[in-house]
């Protein structure tokens, strides 16, 4: 399947959200562990993809899987407006 870029304005389809489990998965888990320089781009991958699903996808488990996957790799920023949808995620 066609991965969308992140800076597509378009809505993805809902069968990509269907597996952002696995996606996440498959990115986070061979860097972790690993240093700064492999970690980065699958975190800034990661922030980009949880403000595009803040903004096209109504489900705070979306968010959450997201979510987890930058912390365990040890990013705690925050995505998106404080007052946004799914702030406390």
Do not use: N
């Amino acid at each position: 399947m066609h991965e969308p870029s992140i800076r597509e304005p378009t809505d993805w389809p809902p069968e990509f959200w269907d597996t952002l489990g696995g996606t996440v998965t498959a990115r986070v888990e061979p860097v972790i562990g690993r240093g700064e320089k492999q970690r980065s781009p699958v975190i800034d991958y990661l922030r980009d993809l949880e403000a595009v699903a803040r903004r096209q996808r109504g489900s705070r488990d979306t968010v959450h899987i997201i979510a987890s996957g930058r912390r365990l790799l040890g990013d705690c920023s925050e995505i998106g407006p404080s007052d946004g949808p799914f702030t406390r995620t």
